[in-house]
Nanobody, 121 residues
Framework: QVQLVESGGGLVQPGGSLRLSCAASGSIFSIYNMGWYRQAPGKQRELVATVAYGGTTNYADSVKGRFTSSRDNAKNTVYLQMNSLKPEDTAVYYC???????????????WGQGTQVTVSS
C-alpha cells in the first residue's frame, strides 16, 4: 500500500544543479529516517544522505558541502538539493524511508523506484 514516488532527475551539465523529491503515500503510521542512495553503472548502491525525523542530516564524504537533504514531515516528502554536480555524480538515485504502517509494528525499509541523474557536458 505504501508508495514512494521520486521526481526531479534528468540531464545536467557539470556545475549545474538538480532538486530531487520523494513523496511517500499510503496508510503510514510514522516515518522515521529517510534517505537517498545512488547506484552508478557497475557499482554497488551507496548511501548519499539521510534525514532523521527532526531534521538531523548525514552525508557521504563525496557529496558533503554540495548536496543538502531536507524533509517536510507534514507532506511525507524528502528532498535532495544537488549543487555543483560532477560527472561522478551520475547514477540512479533511490529514496528510502524507514516507516511503520501501524502502531506497535516494527518499522521497515521502503524504497522508491529510482530516478536517473546524468551529469555530462
Amino acid at each position: 500500500q505504501v508508495q514512494l514516488v521520486e521526481s526531479g532527475g534528468g540531464l545536467v551539465q557539470p556545475g549545474g544543479s538538480l532538486r530531487l523529491s520523494c513523496a511517500a503515500s499510503g496508510s503510514i503510521f510514522s516515518i522515521y529516517n529517510m534517505g537517498w542512495y545512488r547506484q552508478a553503472p557497475g557499482k554497488q548502491r551507496e548511501l548519499v544522505a539521510t534525514v532523521a525525523y527532526g531534521g538531523t542530516t548525514n552525508y557521504a564524504d563525496s557529496v558533503k558541502g554540495r548536496f543538502t537533504s531536507s524533509r517536510d514531515n507534514a507532506k511525507n516528502t524528502v528532498y535532495l538539493q544537488m549543487n555543483s554536480l560532477k560527472p561522478e555524480d551520475t547514477a540512479v538515485y533511490y529514496c528510502k524511508a524507514v516507516l511503520s504502517l501501524r502502531v506497535g509494528v516494527s518499522a521497515r525499509d521502503y524504497w522508491g523506484q529510482g530516478t536517473q541523474v546524468t551529469v555530462s557536458s
